[in-house]
């Protein structure tokens, strides 16, 4: 079963600086028809202006991984981690008992466009740690992202989740077989995507269940998208 979650109807704020879509309850955006799938709480696509972001503010028991379509997104946290995230890369943040960080754009000019990920982790409780590694998507196949075992040269987060991406050229599709009890997620970062005959445009989602394998393609212009298989 495919169920999609349609771009257009995500929760939405505009600050200015931040101009920022949820496909999921998030801050003033309450739906209790779309609190989440499985152990996937938020995505948010933030869209930060030049010299705009988030001052330091406080996370726990949550497994937080930032990917960056464009720009760049500087981070600071209070286990004395910083960074500069860029396209190519992801973040992962588990904030267990408790970490303060901040994420601004280092550009004055140019906007950051990225997706910000979390995920419920697997107890509570957790020493607080932090990640951060470039991935090579030009294969136009699925690439690991992130998984609880660190598979592949992948971030590791805690929780028995999969978060794959791929990079499609024009015509490019690519396929994936999901276990027995396992549901996925399909998140549409650009371009259009073909799954499994629906047609999905970026900022659309979907949720994926009962399903043994789907098949991606994308249209004349290629696609970028997010694909998480995780445990119900």
């Known amino acids: 079963m495919i169920t999609l979650r349609p ?5 939405h704020a505009d600050h ?3 101009d920022t879509r949820h496909s999921f309850s998030f801050a003033n955006y309450y739906d209790p028809e779309h ?9 948010n696509e933030d ?9 330091p503010h406080p996370h726990r028991d949550m497994e937080i991984l930032t990917y960056v379509l464009e720009g760049a997104l ?6 004395g981690n910083g960074s500069v995230i860029r396209p190519g890369e992801v973040q992962r943040m588990s904030a267990g008992t408790g970490v303060v960080h901040s994420e601004m754009n280092p550009s004055a000019e140019d906007s950051v466009h990225l997706l910000q990920i979390w995920i419920l982790p697997e107890r509570a409780g957790l020493r607080p740690s932090y990640e951060q590694r470039a ?11 992130a998984s609880r075992e660190a598979r592949e040269g992948s971030v590791a987060i805690h929780r028995d989740v999969d978060l794959y991406a791929a990079r499609l050229g024009p015509g490019g599709a690519v396929g994936h077989s999901f276990a027995p009890g396992r549901i996925g997620w399909l998140q549409v970062a650009r371009g259009n995507v ?3 005959g629906k047609r999905l445009e970026a900022g659309d989602g979907a949720a994926i269940a009962d399903l043994a394998e789907v098949k991606l393609a994308a249209d004349e212009a290629g696609a ?6 995780m445990a119900a």
């Open 16 to 18: 200015g600086w931040l």
């Open 47 to 55: 869209r930060v202006a030049g010299g705009g972001g988030f001052p």
């Open 7 to 11: 771009a257009g109807e995500r929760g």
């Open 35 to 43: 609190m989440g799938y499985g152990p996937l709480r938020v995505i």
């Open 194 to 196: 073909d799954l499994d």
């Open 74 to 79: 500087e981070h600071r946290d209070s286990m």
């Open 135 to 145: 991935f090579d998507l030009s294969g136009g196949g699925l690439t690991l992202l």
């Open 224 to 229: 970028e998208l997010l694909l998480f298989d």
